[in-house]
Structure formats: structure tokens, C-alpha cells
């Protein structure tokens, strides 16, 4: 009986090391505080008074978050007023990769005047919780009596090289099922993205 | 080589490039005249048959069924960690060449960017594997199809044939490639 028990542990392990997957849509989104580029602190708890929050994990180099970056910008013009703002946070080593250090993440947040906050998940814990796995990658997160529960995961739409020919909006199109009072759908999506630089 | 895409797009350096690679290589010889690594070089470089597919052309060539074990790797030139572990590819096909183990490189390097990026890359590494371009966007639709539990970070590698299929959404060191081929060719 313990030999099985242990074979199962070692396989569930194996199976999370082996694949991180995002947390599942409807469960309870894991809080953060986090520095923001401008030094102040970030909870997720801060936003209690909106009606969501759509998370993205994001950086500076990576090429799908520069062919997605002003759509995801529009993301918050368009629904931030509507009660879902968008909030950066960048998980990446920046060892591995000095572009994203927090020097390195306030010159962008300025060049390109992001409207909402760009968060240094230091630590990298943030990003484990939520099962992030690469950048740019969203985690919509429905405000639910003050408690966050993830409503859509995945990526902005399915065309990144060419906003004009996007057929399917996913983001766009999972915040205005919410505020219809529907549930997104689909629900997740998945798209390459440059994978998330873990410490050593 | 694997096998023949007929519809595929296929990019061939031209003859002008071909003849300038040629003298430049002339006049780098006459400085590293000693090196024989460089011949096999100046070969291939001549002979950039790099294939643009999308998904349709593409899967096929992850469900082989033949007695070859078969590596397909999903890389970018922008790609760090991909970058840093191209060089255990190149070495897995150096050490497999006699065993029917057969690399497919499936670069996800946008397609405007093969000349400027990806050619001059393979040709500073050195690269021998095949290398593929991946230009579809509809990844949502297709990354499910190379595998499930597949979100679409790089690198990632699936590993196929005689039986054998493992998709590894992760960064590999040669000596764990090693330990997952060496048993695929003990029988």
C-alpha cells in the first residue's frame, strides 16, 4: 500500500516537473505583491473594487510580446474602465537575461507609456502559482465577492503578426463574455511564446 | 532528410550568393587553411534548402512509421535557452550518425526573417541538422496537435518511433538526450 502511494507521488511529481500547466479555469487565483516599475507595491487584493483584473505574464525582449504589446495595451483602453484592467508581470531571471531587469523594465514601461502597472515577480513565485509557462501569456481572473477565480487563460487572439487579420479576439472576446455575464469560451487557448527564464 | 513536402515553399540561396559565399570562403580558407571541419561547412552553406510549411505540411513528419527514432525540435534565434542547447542537437547527430536517429530542427522563426536571421544563425553554429520553418499562426490550433499538455513555450522537443513518443516541453543537456536515445537503440 505505501509502495503504491509513493509510486503515485513520484509519478505526480514527475508529471509536474515533466509539463507546468496553467491553474485550470474556476479556481481561486493565487494573490500576489509585487514592486512595480515605479517602486510602489502591487496586490492583487488592491483590486478588489474592480470586477477583474486580467493578469499577464509578460517581459521585454521576447518577439510575440513586442507583436502583441500595443494590442495589449488596447486590452486595457478598452476594458480597464469597464472594470478590467490589465496588470504586467514580467517572472524572467534577469541574470539569464539582463534585458529584464527592473532598470531595463521601467525604460519600457516608459517608451511605450504603459498604463498599467509592470511588476518584477522577483522571487519567481508568483509565476509558479499560476502555472505560467511562457510570455506573453494571460490569466483573466473574474472578481468573485472579493475573491479572484480564473475565468480565461491563454493568449490575446489568433493571428500575432497581423492584428488586421485576427479572426478569433480570445482575450477581447472572454472580458465581454464576463461583463455579459457569460463564461468565455473558449476558455483557453494556447500559442508559442518564449518560455519563462527560471533561476539556476 | 526527411521526407519530401511537394507543396512546401522552398527557399534556395541564389546563384550570385552562392558564388559570393564561394569566394568569401576562399578568402577565409587562405587564413584557416587547416581546419577540416570547414570543408563540411562550406558544403552545406551553399546548399541552404531551408522548406517554409505551415501545420498540414508540417505534421506528417511527427508521425513517421518506419524503424527510424525521429527528434523534432521547436526552436527561434530569439529563443535563449533554445539557442543554448542547439549545440546538443548538432552533437546528438554527430554521435547518432550511424543509428537510424534522424533531427528535424522546426524553427518558429517568423518566415520574412530567414534570410536575415535564421540562415545567418545556422551558418555562424554551424549547423547540420535539417532546419524547417513553422509559419502558421494559428497556434492555437496546432500546438494541441504536436501535443496535449503542450502550452506553447519553447523549447520543446518530441521525441518518436518504434513505439516509442515523448513530447518534453523543456530544455535539454545532451547527457539527457543521451539517456533517453541510448535505451531506444539497445535492441
Known sequence: ???EYFTLIALVLITLSMSAQPISVGSQAPNFSLKNVDGATVSLSDYASEKGVMVIFSCNPCPYVKAYEDRMIALHNEFAPQGYPVVFINPNDDVQQPEDSMDKMRERASEKNYPFPYLKDED???YQAYGATRTPEIFLLKNEGGSFVVAYTGTVDDNYKDALAVEEAYASNAVKALLAGKNPDPATTVAIGC???KKN | MFTDLSHSVIYKTNGMKALMLFLISLVISSFNSIDNSYLGFNESAANYDIRIVDFQQLQPLLQINNDTIYVVNFWATWCGPCIKEIPYFEQLGNEYKNKKL???MVSLDMADDLESRVIPFMKKNN???????LDDHQ???WIP???????GAIPATLIY???FREFYPKEFTFSELDEILKPLFTN
Request: proline share 0%; net charge positive; glycine share 10%.
Open chain 1, 1 to 3: 500500500m505505501k509502495k
Open chain 2, 102 to 104: 534522424k533531427i528535424l
Open chain 2, 127 to 133: 549547423m547540420k541538422n535539417e532546419v524547417i520553418i
Open chain 2, 161 to 163: 518511433g518504434n513505439g
Open chain 1, 124 to 126: 519567481q513565485q508568483v
Open chain 2, 139 to 141: 497556434s492555437n490550433r
Open chain 2, 145 to 151: 496537435l504536436v501535443d496535449e499538455k503542450w502550452t
Open chain 1, 195 to 197: 518560455g519563462i527564464k
